[in-house]
């Protein structure tokens, strides 16, 4: 059973940085990817970024591109998305989740989410300005 647990997220003051944590368990096989997503209130949930493990390949949130990091720890088997210039409208619970699936790249286009199977159980980031 594939376990995810976010850690890191809080209150900052816009323009500030933060770093999220997602520490994976149950991961056996080369071919996944981690995605991070967020869900503001009363809206829908939207993708960040993800990493796929078996190539390092990325993708981005064009409103996170240049501000955004994804990077991974694979001794640790821990994903990190460290943030930058955060803005209010970052505000949201971000959640990890894994897609076991992904033996070419990874994607968190709109749409997408259906390919995580697995989820954590989400971190409030909180932007103020």
């Known amino acids: 059973e594939v376990q995810l647990v976010e850690s890191g997220g809080g209150l900052v003051q816009a323009g500030g940085s933060l770093r999220l944590s997602c520490a994976a368990s149950?991961?056996?096989?080369?071919?996944?990817?981690i995605g991070w997503f967020r869900q503001a209130p009363g809206k829908e949930r939207e993708g960040v970024s993800c990493?796929?493990?078996?190539?390092?390949?990325?993708d981005y949130l064009d409103s996170v591109k240049g501000r955004f990091i994804i990077s991974s720890d694979n001794a640790k088997n821990t994903v990190f998305l460290q943030m930058n210039n955060l803005k209010p409208e970052d505000t949201a619970v971000y959640y990890c989740?894994?897609?076991?699936?992904?033996?070419?790249?990874?994607?968190?286009?709109?749409?997408?989410?259906?390919?995580?199977?697995?989820w954590g159980q989400g971190t409030q980031v909180t932007v103020s300005s």
């Open positions: 989740a894994a897609d076991i699936w992904a033996d070419r790249g990874c994607t968190v286009a709109n749409g997408t989410s259906h390919l995580y199977s697995s």
């Open positions: 149950g991961l056996y096989d080369d071919d996944y990817a």
């Open positions: 990493i796929a493990n078996n190539d390092g390949s990325t």
